[in-house]
Nanobody
Framework: QVQLVESGGGLVQPGGSLRLSCEVS????????MGWFRQAPGKEREFVAT????????YYAESVKGRFTMSRDNAKNTVYLQMNSLNAEDTAVYYC?????????????????????WGQGSQVTVSS
């Protein structure tokens, strides 16, 4: 059974930074495509970033490109989302997700239905 446990959310002032972590247990982490998604109040959950397993590339939503950095430590079975220059529009519950059963093709990598397992969510609030 694959489990994802997130940590690192909180309250930060506009312009500040936070780092989210997502530790994965079970299976072969190195091969998983890992994603970050977020859901703002009153909005649908949306794609933020994804890292393809087995040495693949990382991709970002346009809204976070240049401000957020996703990384993974295969030795620790953990993915990270470093968030800089945060603003109020980044306020949301952030979820990490793992595509375990299949490796999504590039055109589908942003689709939530490609991901089999999800973390519990971490609240990120950007406010002064």
């Amino acid at each position: 059974q694959v489990q994802l446990v997130e940590s690192g959310g909180g309250l930060v002032q506009p312009g500040g930074s936070l780092r989210l972590s997502c530790e994965v247990s079970g299976g072969t982490f190195r091969s998983y495509t890992m994603g970050w998604f977020r859901q703002a109040p009153g909005k649908e959950r949306e794609f933020v970033a994804t890292s393809r397993g087995s040495g693949g590339n990382t991709y970002y939503a346009e809204s976070v490109k240049g401000r957020f950095t996703m990384s993974r430590d295969n030795a620790k079975n953990t993915v990270y989302l470093q968030m800089n220059s945060l603003n109020a529009e980044d306020t949301a519950v952030y979820y990490c997700a793992a595509a375990v059963n299949i490796r999504p093709i590039l055109s589908a990598i942003r689709l939530q239905r490609m991901y089999d397992y999800w973390g519990q969510g971490s609240q990120v609030t950007v406010s002064s």
